[in-house]
């Protein structure tokens, strides 16, 4: 029997190694798309694992940037995002196709880092893994996060702002005309409110195990059986605020 000559086995090992390497190494990718948009517009993005960014700036386009993560190429080929454009804005979606076996497989992540004209109402926010930045964004914001904080500044309008994991922090530093309502609810996480000193409202804040504290010298009762609650009016309570925490604490302060 012939027997193999040793750096023949050497170089046959250290190919099939490269190879192997090559095959399973991390796939980075970025795709970068720009839609110009007329006022007033909106936008929408649903993400399940990632990092979101959504700042302003005063340009009439929206500028999308994402960067795709996966731990090979197969799972790289298995992450597609859709971006589609209408008469009301944009709309941006990742998908995750079905592997082998049951369910779908989520591994891998998209960050994305968006651009929008200040006005921009952000009409649906959905993330289920990852932390959400909303700076300078003036219009109506719809966000909803199940693992991962939300900081979101320069709120003028309308907000509704939810999380199943994750601290809150939301900042007013200056309010519309046309602000009436602003809705932060959170299961497990701290809740932060900026509003500027002028606020006028109507002041509703709920937890279950946290504590209350506020800018504003409102009154914090304890519930008859476990939690707080604070119920107060600020000024002429035009704007209506509800704060919701089973577990974490919240705060109403003063910018």
């Known amino acids: 029997m012939k027997l193999l000559n040793m750096s023949s086995v050497v170089g046959f090992v250290l190919l099939t190694s490269i190879l192997s390497g090559t095959a399973t190494a991390e796939v980075h990718d970025e795709i970068t798309k720009i839609f110009t948009v007329a006022e007033p517009t909106e936008f929408r993005l649903d993400n399940v694992n990632g990092d979101v960014e959504i700042r302003a700036w005063d340009n009439d386009k929206i500028k999308v940037n994402a960067v795709i993560k996966a731990k090979n190429q197969a799972a790289r080929e298995r992450i597609t995002i859709e971006m589609n454009e209408n008469d009301r804005g944009i709309s941006v979606e990742t998908h995750y196709k079905k ?35 909303v700076e300078g964004v003036e219009g109506e914001v719809n966000i909803d996060l199940v693992n991962g904080s939300i900081e979101a500044k320069g709120l003028t309008k309308d907000s509704e702002i939810n999380s199943v994991n994750g601290s809150i922090v939301a900042t007013y530093q200056s309010l519309s005309n046309d602000l009436r309502d602003i809705s932060i609810d959170t299961v497990n996480g701290r809740i932060e409110l900026n509003l500027p000193e002028s606020i006028n ?55």
Do not use: C, Q
């Open 99 to 133: 592997s082998s076996g049951w369910g779908r497989n989520h591994s891998g992540s998209v960050e994305y880092t968006v651009m929008v004209p200040r006005y921009t109402r952000l009409s649906s926010i959905d993330l289920v893994n990852g932390s959400l930045i």
């Open 201 to 255: 409202a109507d002041v509703e804040i709920d937890t279950m195990n946290g504590s209350i504290r506020n800018d504003f010298g409102l009154s914090v009762n304890k519930n008859m059986f476990s939690g707080k609650n604070l119920h107060g009016t600020i000024g002429s309570g035009d704007i209506r605020i509800s704060i919701e925490s089973v577990n974490g604490g919240v705060k109403l302060r003063k910018n």
